[in-house]
């Protein structure tokens, strides 16, 4: 199985709601990314996890709150958004942090109204 | 930033005919990736190749990396409707952490 996972497909939220997102590979990838991206825009990196330890916080708002509850899952908990933080959000997974190629999702389209 | 920049942003062209885009980045790096993402959905690897490396090839893909230039390209030889993407170089930052750092993207558009 050489897939990453990304549910749901689709979000709308309100600035107050509290959702999910959630990510799942099952080819035994010890570090999971996170990745923003806006319209017409390269991904940006948010956070990287190293065997379910978080190793990268790319200044991200605390709004954004990531969680890796095992090594095949990685959620990312959305709370008190704006719209600006309507994207394409993407989870990535590499075999180790340095191993270069990395496997992506279909991404989470995130719509904050 | 290691940020690189892809040129051009947009390419229009006709099926059968190559394309090629083009990569610049900043700093030294240890090697350069190209991706490629259909419209709104993830993207997908499509080559590596190492700093020490000048060209490699997989199928119709064919890339060039020159370090003293800081700059790669990307050729795609007979192209395909299905090829209609955009595609993205990516470096890391040579501190062996892995990060990936996306160029800006060109848009390719193969017309049938």
């Known amino acids: 199985d050489t897939e990453v996972t990304q549910t749901p497909k689709h979000l709308v939220m309100g600035m107050t709601n509290k959702k999910s997102l959630k990510c799942e590979q099952h080819m035994g990838h010890r570090a999971m990314y996170w990745y923003k991206q806006k319209a017409k825009k390269p991904p940006e990196l948010m956070f990287v996890?190293?065997?379910?330890?978080?190793?990268i916080n790319e200044s991200v708002p605390s709004r954004f709150s990531p969680e890796c509850p095992n090594s095949s899952l990685l959620n990312l908990h959305l709370h008190a958004l704006q719209p600006e933080d309507s994207a394409l959000y993407l989870c990535?997974?590499?075999?180790?942090?340095?191993?270069?190629?990395?496997?992506f999702g279909p991404g989470t389209r995130l719509l904050v109204l | 930033s290691q940020q690189g920049e892809e040129d051009p942003q947009a390419l229009s062209i006709q099926e059968g005919e190559n394309a090629t885009m083009n990569c610049s980045y900043k700093?030294?790096?240890?090697?350069l990736q190209w991706y490629r993402q259909n419209s709104g959905r993830g993207l997908v690897h499509l080559i590596l190749?190492?700093?020490?490396?000048r060209e490699k090839h997989s199928g119709r893909l064919r890339v060039t990396l020159d370090t003293s230039k800081k700059s790669s390209s990307l050729l795609i030889t007979a192209s395909r409707a299905a090829d209609t993407a955009s595609y993205f170089c990516a470096t890391d930052d040579q501190t062996g952490a892995n990060n990936l750092f996306f160029g800006t993207g060109t848009r390719l558009t193969v017309i049938p």
């Open positions: 990535a997974s590499s075999q180790f942090w340095g191993q270069e190629t990395q496997y």
């Open positions: 996890y190293s065997y379910e330890k978080l190793s």
């Open positions: 190749i190492r700093s020490n490396e």
């Open positions: 700093t030294s790096i240890n090697n």
